[in-house]
């Protein structure tokens, strides 16, 4: 029988299959708790950070602005309520994101999300995606000057 | 419960190296083979790995003197440590980032993962929260306001070190009141320059790094340590060549943007035993 450590593994890898990768947000209905509570990065947009509205606009953000967004795992780690997840997001920006036009550029940066997981559902969220470097690739700012 | 050997390993790195600067231990912490795929942008990849593994806390303490991580997560799964962190530190050391020394209290957070082997860290992902970061010290500060005057403040000591003293024109008032002066020291921005001239003359290394600036109205109040060599004559002492290590306290008012008076105390008797002086 599977400890709850793999359930939870399990759990966080389907969301981001299903969600993140092909883009079925009703499995955040099936994943996460409503009283989920968000702690993202500074990032350049604004969504909600309270219940399944942080994921389900963020996702819709990122899927519309790159249809072939996928998060491609590296590795994930469990113990007690926790799951670690360490994935490197690819997509090509062919639509506006946010305030930015579409641009037609690829980003490929990295992100780590630690997870809390309660009763089998997503709870809480402590996550950062290299906001900087995704910036940089789609030309938003400069790459910064080396000495 | 005793903490698993992998997060004991983490929790040193953390403790040791990077909230005590002591980067002597990484060999102790580090595997010879160690792979960084999060290297930073600019990093060096010349010298051992030891070496580029002390690039980070040398770079982190060089901006932010006073950086304390807390580890506030840490999961333990088969070779890997997964962990958690918020920094805190004060920008009072060199530029970060591009930005100049800013004087501000900053928090951040970072997430890691770290493949343990033979009980040494092989390999290693990060992600800083670095537009977190960047945006709290690149804010910036009302005219006036006590963030201005301890980022002036930073800024003139940055700029001492850097014996950059024609900068003083730009943040420091032209009636300066030095309530330390040098003997014979001129008034004004002139004899601040020279007593600082003479200061490098005799350490040509010398810095100043502040561990704490507090500011209040228009004050600024900052108690840091000075290094340096002993390569040339300081107060009638010949060069020593010894490496020194003194404290000092500076006081500083800011009016309108400027330096407008200074005061320093530093531990002279220090100073002079570690010359040779009074033995």
Same mark, same amino acid.
């Given at each position: 029988?599977?400890?709850?450590?793999?359930?939870?593994?399990?759990?966080?890898?389907?969301?981001?299959?299903?969600?993140?990768?092909?883009?079925?947000?009703?499995?955040?209905?099936?994943?996460?708790?409503?009283?989920?509570?968000?702690?993202?990065?500074?990032?350049?947009?604004?969504?909600?950070?309270?219940?399944?509205?942080?994921?389900?606009?963020?996702?819709?953000?990122?899927?519309?602005?790159?249809?072939?967004?996928?998060?491609?795992?590296?590795?994930?780690?469990?113990?007690?309520?926790?799951?670690?997840?360490?994935?490197?997001?690819?997509?090509?920006?062919?639509?506006?994101?946010?305030?930015?036009?579409?641009?037609?550029?690829?980003?490929?940066?990295?992100?780590?999300?630690?997870?809390?997981?309660?009763?089998?559902?997503?709870?809480?969220?402590?996550?950062?995606?290299?906001?900087?470097?995704?910036?940089?690739?789609?030309?938003?700012?400069?790459?910064?000057?080396?000495? | 419960?005793?903490?698993?050997?992998?997060?004991?390993?983490?929790?040193?790195?953390?403790?040791?190296?990077?909230?005590?600067?002591?980067?002597?231990?990484?060999?102790?912490?580090?595997?010879?083979?160690?792979?960084?795929?999060?290297?930073?942008?600019?990093?060096?990849?010349?010298?051992?790995?030891?070496?580029?593994?002390?690039?980070?806390?040398?770079?982190?303490?060089?901006?932010?003197?006073?950086?304390?991580?807390?580890?506030?997560?840490?999961?333990?799964?088969?070779?890997?440590?997964?962990?958690?962190?918020?920094?805190?530190?004060?920008?009072?050391?060199?530029?970060?980032? !591009? /930005? #100049?020394?800013?004087?501000?209290?900053?928090?951040?957070? =970072?997430? $890691? @993962?770290?493949? *343990?082997?033979?009980?040494?860290?092989?390999?290693?992902?990060?992600?800083?929260?670095?537009?977190?970061?960047?945006?709290?010290?690149?804010?910036?500060?009302?005219?006036?306001?006590?963030?201005?005057?301890?980022?002036?403040?930073?800024?003139?000591?940055?700029?001492?070190?850097?014996?950059?003293?024609?900068?003083?024109?730009?943040?420091?008032?032209?009636?300066?009141?030095?309530?330390?002066?040098?003997?014979?020291?001129?008034? !004004? /921005? #002139?004899?601040?320059?020279?007593?600082?001239?003479?200061? =490098?003359? $005799? @350490?040509?290394? *010398?810095?100043?790094?502040?561990?704490?600036?507090?500011?209040?109205?228009?004050?600024?109040?900052?108690?840091?340590?000075?290094?340096?060599?002993?390569?040339?004559?300081?107060?009638?002492?010949?060069?020593?060549?010894?490496?020194?290590?003194?404290?000092?306290?500076?006081?500083?008012?800011?009016?309108?943007?400027?330096?407008?008076?200074?005061?320093?105390?530093?531990?002279?008797?220090?100073?002079?035993?570690?010359?040779?002086? !009074?033995?």
């Amino acid at each position: 029988m599977a400890t709850e450590q793999e359930r939870n593994k399990a759990l966080v890898l389907q969301m981001y299959e299903e969600v993140w990768n092909k883009g079925n947000l009703d499995f955040i209905n099936t994943a996460v708790s409503p009283d989920f509570r968000d702690h993202p990065p500074r990032r350049f947009f604004d969504v909600p950070i309270r219940g399944r509205e942080a994921l389900f606009e963020a996702a819709t953000h990122f899927r519309g602005a790159m249809p072939d967004f996928h998060d491609n795992m590296i590795q994930i780690v469990a113990e007690r309520d926790r799951v670690i997840y360490l994935g490197r997001i690819t997509g090509t920006q062919t639509n506006d994101f946010f305030q930015f036009k579409a641009t037609g550029k690829t980003v490929s940066v990295l992100g780590i999300n630690d997870f809390r997981i309660e009763n089998g559902k997503i709870v809480e969220r402590w996550g950062i995606f290299d906001v900087m470097g995704m910036m940089m690739q789609l030309g938003l700012i400069p790459a910064p000057a080396h000495s | 419960m005793t903490e698993s050997r992998k997060k004991q390993i983490y929790r040193r790195f953390v403790d040791e190296v990077i909230n005590k600067g002591n980067i002597d231990i990484i060999p102790e912490l580090y595997h010879p083979e160690y792979l960084d795929h999060s290297a930073p942008p600019g990093a060096p990849h010349t010298g051992s790995v030891f070496d580029q593994v002390a690039q980070i806390p040398k770079m982190f303490r060089g901006a932010f003197p006073d950086v304390h991580f807390v580890i506030e997560d840490m999961v333990d799964d088969g070779d890997w440590v997964a962990t958690r962190v918020t920094g805190y530190a004060q920008h009072l050391g060199r530029p970060f980032m !591009g /930005i #100049p020394p800013s004087g501000r209290k900053i928090a951040w957070s =970072s997430l $890691g @993962f770290f493949r *343990v082997k033979d009980d040494k860290i092989i390999e290693h992902y990060g992600q800083p929260d670095l537009l977190g970061l960047r945006e709290q010290i690149a804010a910036p500060a009302e005219a006036g306001s006590t963030d201005e005057n301890r980022a002036i403040v930073t800024r003139y000591v940055y700029e001492v070190n850097m014996q950059n003293y024609d900068a003083f024109d730009e943040f420091v008032d032209p009636n300066f009141i030095d309530h330390n002066p040098i003997p014979g020291q001129e008034p !004004g /921005i #002139p004899g601040l320059k020279d007593a600082y001239r003479q200061f =490098s003359a $005799g @350490f040509p290394d *010398v810095w100043f790094t502040f561990e704490d600036l507090i500011a209040e109205g228009e004050l600024v109040i900052g108690r840091g340590v000075i290094n340096g060599t002993h390569q040339g004559n300081f107060a009638g002492i010949p060069a020593t060549g010894n490496k020194v290590r003194w404290t000092g306290t500076r006081i500083f008012r800011v009016k309108n943007g400027k330096v407008t008076e200074g005061w320093i105390n530093f531990d002279m008797i220090s100073l002079l035993g570690q010359l040779g002086m !009074g033995h």
